[in-house]
């Protein structure tokens, strides 16, 4: 399956004449319906785009209904909306793999192609259906368009420019998409051909140069190269500054039934392989990014488990839980992603099968998240955090200064961190809870949360005294130390205890970027 340039060129042509854009979209339904669309409801977005209305985005309209809602349109329209007036031509766009038809009059889009902008302007890309917003079948090789786990990626990949940039399992190429803009050469690698096409397709959409592997006039100057191979086989004597990945990482068993999930490794080992091999091809100091899942087991713990997957050296990894659920919910959740409904009987062994499997390997949830690593030329290292806050957090920006920071600490000892003179992040927040009073009258402080209003899940409690020596720090004034001194001599505290406990407090609060240098 190949989408030749030529209707590439006329789509890409008649998106910028219509404004096929997320602003367009905007501008064309109106706040209701385009929520709408991204809830996967048709019917507001169908009655937004009642061509009858507004004669002046009739056209943008009818590519609506054509390619988002799934509507059939003669060959005669459909040449008139992307201006084709050569009938060999039309009839060339119309059998490309872009749309299908039952009778040879009237066609039906085949694929997915829509706008999205991931913080660099408009750009497109294709996918396979989904059957959100109009009936589609989900099969073996399906590609999976852009949802929430490459929206999850895409907000928390470091865009630092970097030379050189490998993307594991592209899909249909939305994070070399984006890394595009930051990354001067990238590998793109995909199992399945299927995706390594559209991939391409989404790439020429957009202008980006693409050259295969084997392709002679590939140069210096060709930005993509994609390559259809199984996990790291592609680039195995290969090294590169970033590596991102967005792999088949679903907690299962050794069956695929979908390749765009499914990695035929038993439960995590999916995750576990990508641990353990993407250091393997990293530059010294070069970063990964990483979607993955791991199994919480009754006789072990999760944290244990990853641990053991960290070579002894050489590995810094930042492993960010965003959330954990129960083996039901898991197995329900994904049957739904590929179109098999836990409620129709014909699935019922299906879902048993999994779940057994699941109790039989004592897995009691299943976590997923983010997993950082950083190659080094020193002993290894692991952090393991459940950040389980709303999407939002700003793990991208996060990410290379966490590191920053945890260089400083693995170098500083209790003398060097009281030594610093720390000050307050522009965006730590203080959160005071008030409750009544045992008397029922007025109110007390329950409880004091100090926090980062762009990172919320980084919440620690503290009390006054904690929050009086916060307030105390300076990088014009006291070291952190004298400023400690100071507040445990005015309080009268045991300077042994309350120096341990400002140490500590220090620590935590510099990792998390709510005090700084």
Known sequence: ???????????????????????????????????????????????????????????????????????????????????????????????????????????????????????????????????????????????????????????????EPVNSLLDIGTGCGIQTLHAAHYANDIVATDLSPRCCELAKATLAINQIPVASRDDSSATAQTMVDIRQGSWFEPVHDQQFDAIVANPPFVVASQHITHS?????????????????????????????????????????????????????????????????????????????????????????????????HFSDNNVEGVGFGIIFLRKTTKPSSLMIEELTTPSGDALAAECLARWERWDNLQRWDDENLLSQHFALSPQTVFIETATPSLQGQGTTTSSLVVSRADMPSFRHTIDESLRAFLNGLSREGLSAGETAQLLCTVQNEDWTVFRSAICQALYTLYLHGIITL
């Not at 590519?63 to 349109?73: A, E, I, Y």
């Not at 750009?123 to 396979?128: G, H, I, L, T």
């Not at 439960?267 to 919480?296: C, F, R, S, Y």
């Open 260 to 356: 765009y999930r499914d990695s035929s490794l038993d439960l995590d080992g999916a995750t576990q392989l990508m641990i353990e091999n993407a250091p393997l091809h990293l530059k010294e100091g070069g970063h990964a990014t990483i979607l993955g899942a791991w199994v919480h087991c009754s006789d072990e713990d999760y944290r244990a488990r990853l641990s053991s997957w960290i070579a002894p050296h050489g590995v810094d990894a930042w492993i960010v839980e965003r959330d954990c659920v129960d083996p039901a919910l898991y197995v329900s959740t994904w049957m739904k992603d590929s179109g098999r409904d836990p409620a129709d009987p014909q699935w019922h062994n299906y879902a048993a099968d999994w779940l057994t």
């Open 1 to 159: 399956m190949t989408i030749p340039h030529t209707v590439i060129d006329t789509l890409r042509q008649t998106f910028i004449r219509l404004n096929y854009t997320i602003d367009g979209l905007h501008d064309l339904l109106g706040d209701v319906a385009f929520s709408a669309l991204f809830r996967h409801e048709p019917v507001p977005v169908w009655l937004a785009t009642d061509h009858s209305r507004d004669n002046d985005t009739h056209d943008l309209a009818q590519l609506v209904r054509l390619l988002l809602l799934g509507d059939s349109m003669s060959a005669q329209d459909i040449g008139a909306l992307f201006r084709i007036q050569d009938d060999d031509t039309l009839a060339s766009f119309l059998n490309c793999a872009l749309f299908t038809s039952s009778d040879g009059m009237n066609y039906q889009v085949a694929l997915d192609v829509r706008p999205i902008d991931t913080g660099f302007g408009v750009q497109w890309v294709f996918s396979d259906l989904d059957g959100a917003l109009f009936p589609a079948k989900t099969h073996d090789d399906h590609v999976l368009g852009v949802g929430e786990a490459s929206l999850s990626l895409l907000r928390s990949t470091p865009i």
